[in-house]
T-cell receptor, first 115, second 112 residues
Framework: DVKVTQSSRYLVKRTGEKVFLECVQD?????MFWYRQDPGLGLRLIYF???????EKGDIPEGYSVSREKKERFSLILESASTNQTSMYLC??????????????FGQGTRLTVV | AQKVTQAQTEISVVEKEDVTLDCVYE???????LFWYKQPPSGELVFLIR??????QNEISGRYSWNFQKSTSSFNFTITASQVVDSAVYFC?????????FGAGTRLTVKP
């Protein structure tokens, strides 16, 4: 059973804290993604990675950074949490294009509240 | 950014009506993939379909059908004879070489 696991389902953090959201997949996928989901805005791409130590900015990278030290783990870092980063965060992984037909697999999401 | 646009924010229909959800995408990639996902009230994302850019055949799966038109950069989703259980938010997505972007979603409500 394929899995993408996010370390926390719910988190409450204070403004200014450094926050780490962890995501681990067990499918040996090269591609991993971080999204945030807000009502009416859909899933917005924050960062993505296509290999260990390789990362690219998505559409809303400001205030975030990522780390991909191992293939199975992709971490999202909020350098200094702010209230406008209160959101649902979703991690996903997918096989590289051309290596097979498959869909993106999602974690269960982390609902982060910054107070 | 190569956007995915779902112009319909919310749609409400009565059970047994047919409904079409629109999706228009932008891409600079020669090869790309298009997806539809369903997000029911429980919150998990459920994969519905994937389409490769070089395969423009329409697809039917039970009450669901998809119309892919490269000429208009559209990948529309039709539910025939809708049911209350179809109520959910539906997302269209485009996957390029390494990125994967989603539309804002269409909230479908099917009333009994």
């Amino acid at each position: 059973d394929v899995k993408v696991t996010q370390s926390s389902r719910y988190l409450v953090k204070r403004t200014g804290e450094k926050v780490f959201l962890e995501c681990v997949q067990d499918m040996d996928h090269e591609n991993m993604f971080w999204y945030r989901q807000d009502p009416g805005l859909g899933l917005r791409l924050i960062y993505f990675s296509y290999d260990v130590k390789m990362k690219e900015k998505g559409d809303i990278p400001e205030g975030y950074s990522v780390s991909r030290e191992k293939k199975e783990r992709f971490s999202l870092i909020l350098e200094s949490a702010s209230t406008n980063q209160t959101s649902m965060y979703l991690c996903a992984s997918i096989i590289l294009p051309g290596q097979g037909n498959t869909e993106a697999f999602f974690g269960q999401g982390t609902r982060l509240t910054v107070v | 950014a190569q956007k995915v646009t779902q112009a319909q924010t919310e749609i409400s229909v009565v059970e047994k009506e047919d409904v079409t959800l629109d999706c228009v995408y932008e891409t600079r990639d020669t090869t790309y993939y298009l997806f539809w996902y369903k997000q029911p009230p429980s919150g998990e994302l459920v994969f519905l379909i994937r389409r490769n850019s070089f395969d423009e055949q329409n697809e039917i799966s039970g009450r669901y059908s998809w119309n892919f038109q490269k000429s208009t950069s559209s990948f529309n989703f039709t539910i025939t004879a809708s049911q209350v259980v179809d109520s959910a938010v539906y997302f269209c997505a485009r996957r390029g070489n390494n990125d994967m972007r989603f539309g804002a979603g269409t909230r479908l409500t099917v009333k009994p």
